[in-house]
C-alpha cells in the first residue's frame, strides 16, 4: 500500500519486508519494515499472546462445561473493532482445530445519543459489525442512561449532585451532566458511568472478564491523565491484567500496540478491511473536541491524548515506559485494606483524606450532601463532582 512515505526522506523506491523478503513493506516498526502479511501476524501474535489463558481446554466435549463469557465494549474506534477482529479470528481457529471455543463474546456497543445528539444511534453499525463476525457470540445496544438500571452505580450521584426521586433516566441523566463544574468534570464523570454501566452489564450477563481495546498508547495517556486529576493511587487498578475493584477481571489484549499501528493496520487491504466498521473513527478525535468546545479550553484527557499522538511516532519507547511504571505501582495488601470511592468505585488513598474533605467541605451549599459526603470518595472525584478549583494547564 503506502511503502514510500514510510521513509521520511522522500525517496520512492519500494522497501522490502524485512521478516519474509518478499513483499514491499507496509510500515516501519520500531526500525523493521513489514509487509502487510508479517504486520498482520505481528498484530495477531501481540493480541493472543495477552489472551493466553483463553485457549480451548483440552477436556472431552461432554465433560465441558459451557465457554466462559467474555464482555467486549465496542465504541466503533479503531481500538474496539481491531480487538474484535483479532479475537474473531481467534475463534475461528480454535473451531477449526478443535471444534470448540474457549470463550464466547458479548459484545456491547453503550449508545451516547442521549447526551450528544449528532452521536448516530448505535443499531446500524452493530449490524455491520454483527454481518461481519457473525459467530463471536452476543451483540447488545444499551443507551447510557441504562446506567439507573444499576442503583448501585448511580446511588453516589444522586445524593451528591442532582436531587433524588424518581422521573425519566434520560432527564436524569442530563441533569447530572450539566451539574458538573467544568468540561473535565464532564469527561471525567461521562468515563465513570460508561465504565460502571459496562461492569454492570458484564455482571448481569455472566462475563467474568471485560475486554477492553486499550493500546500502549491509550494506556499511556490514561496514567498520566488520573495522575492529574488526582486519581493517580488508583492507577494500577485502571491499566493492569486482572482483578479489578468491580468484582470481575479486566484485561487490555492490545496493550503491547501503538495507537498509529492500529491506524495503518485497519487500512489494509487484507483480509478485507477494517475501516468500513470503524464508524467510530473519525469521531474520536472530534468528539473530544467537541466537549472542550463546551467548557473553556482543553481538558486534561484530551491534553494527553494529544501529547501522546504527538510522541507516539518518535519515542514509542517512551509511550511504553509509562504504561510499564504505572503496572509496577500495584501495593501490596490489595482493596480490601484501602477504603474504596462510592463514585468511581475505584480504591483511594487513604492519606489523601484532607483533601478529600476540604474538597467536599466546598460544596456546603451546592449540594444537600455536604462535606461529610466527600470522606468516602476519592480526591479526583471529589474535584470532578464538587468542583474545587481545577488545576490551570500547563501546570
Ligand atoms: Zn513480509
Ligand atoms: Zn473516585
Not at 474484535?84 to 458479548?106: D, E, I, K, M, Y
Not at 483511594?348 to 474538597?359: F, M, P, Q, Y
Request: glycine letters at 12%; charged letters at 25%.
Amino acid at each position: 500500500m503506502a511503502e514510500q512515505n514510510i521513509t521520511s526522506n522522500g525517496t520512492t523506491v519500494s522497501t522490502l519486508c524485512k521478516r519474509c523478503c518478499t513483499s514491499p513493506s507496509v510500515i516501519n516498526l520500531r526500525t523493521e519494515h513489514l509487509c502487510s502479511d508479517c504486520f498482520d501476524k505481528y498484530i495477531r501474535s501481540k493480541c493472543i499472546k495477552r489472551m493466553e489463558a483463553y485457549r480451548v481446554r483440552y477436556n472431552p466435549p461432554d465433560t465441558d462445561t459451557s465457554p466462559r463469557r467474555l464482555l467486549l465494549p465496542l465504541s466503533f474506534g479503531i481500538s474496539s473493532t481491531t480487538l474484535l477482529h483479532l479475537l474473531n479470528s481467534q475463534l475461528q481457529n480454535q473451531l477449526a482445530r478443535t471444534t470448540r471455543t474457549g470463550f464466547v463474546l458479548v459484545v456491547v456497543h453503550i449508545d451516547e445519543s442521549a447526551i450528544d445528539p449528532t452521536v448516530p444511534p448505535g443499531e446500524k453499525s452493530m449490524r455491520a459489525v454483527q454481518e461481519r463476525f457473525p459467530h463471536v457470540g452476543e451483540y447488545l445496544v444499551v443507551k447510557l442512561e441504562g446506567i439507573y438500571e444499576f442503583p448501585s452505580a448511580v446511588k453516589a450521584f444522586e445524593m451528591g449532585v442532582g436531587g433524588s426521586g424518581g422521573g425519566d433516566w434520560e432527564e436524569k441523566l442530563k441533569d447530572l451532566l450539566g451539574a458538573l463544574p467544568s468540561s473535565t468534570s464532564r469527561m471525567d464523570v461521562l468515563h465513570i458511568l460508561r465504565t460502571r454501566l459496562i461492569t454492570g452489564l458484564a455482571r448481569k450477563h455472566a462475563c467474568e472478564a471485560v475486554l477492553w481495546g486499550d493500546t500502549t498508547t491509550r494506556l499511556a495517556e490514561k496514567t498520566l491523565a488520573e495522575t492529574a486529576k488526582g486519581r493517580g493511587f488508583s492507577i494500577p487498578w485502571q491499566t493492569s491484567d486482572g482483578d479489578s475493584p468491580y468484582g470481575l477481571k479486566f484485561l487490555y489484549p492490545l496493550r503491547d500496540l501503538l495507537k498509529k499501528e492500529l491506524a495503518v493496520y485497519i487500512s489494509l487491504d487484507a483480509p478485507t478491511p477494517l475501516r468500513p466498521l470503524c464508524s467510530g473513527a473519525a469521531e474520536e478525535g472530534e468528539g473530544k473536541k467537541k466537549y472542550a468546545a463546551v467548557g473553556k479550553g482543553i481538558t486534561i484527557d484530551e491534553l494527553m491524548t494529544q501529547y501522546f499522538e504527538g510522541i507516539e511516532g518518535q519515542y514509542p519507547s517512551i509511550v511504553a515506559n509509562v504504561v510499564r511504571t504505572a503496572g509496577k505501582l500495584v501495593t501490596e495488601g490489595g482493596v480490601v485494606r484501602i477504603g474504596r470511592c462510592k463514585i468511581c468505585g475505584l480504591p483511594r488513598d487513604g492519606g489523601g483524606g484532607e483533601l478529600v474533605l476540604g474538597a467536599g467541605a466546598k460544596s456546603g451549599e451546592t449540594s444537600g450532601g455536604g462535606g461529610k459526603e466527600g470522606g468516602d470518595m476519592c480526591y479526583g472525584c471529589a474535584r470532578s463532582v464538587y468542583g474545587a478549583r481545577p488545576y490551570e494547564w500547563p501546570l
